[in-house]
């Protein structure tokens, strides 16, 4: 009875390891399919990329900058132009 008792046991163990393999495979597979889809709904959307956005926000920077600086070279020449009329 002991012998018996432990071979059901033993396949009653084979069967939930078994059953446990299948789930976590079903699981990567629905999580790919989830995935795949979301990517492909947001590609339709035409949702910008984070490093695209990275970069297009790095250059709007850079322009601010370029247009502050070039505002204080018009201003000092300006001011010089204005300075040289009075005279």
């Known amino acids: 009875m002991t012998q018996t008792s432990n071979r059901f046991f ?3 163990g084979r069967l939930m390891n078994d059953a446990a393999g299948a789930a976590q495979g079903m699981k990567r597979e629905v999580d790919s399919v989830m995935r795949t889809q979301a990517e492909k709904m ?3 959307l035409d ?3 984070r490093e695209e956005f990275e970069a297009v926000k790095e250059m ?3 322009a601010r900058e370029e ?3 070039l505002k204080s070279r018009i ?3 300006e001011a ?4 040289a009329s009075g005279s």
């Open 10 to 12: 033993d396949e009653i």
């Open 42 to 44: 947001l590609r339709d």
């Open 47 to 49: 949702v910008v990329q």
């Open 60 to 62: 709007a920077r850079l």
């Open 67 to 69: 247009n502050e600086a």
């Open 75 to 77: 201003a000092a020449l």
């Open 80 to 83: 010089k132009l204005g300075g």
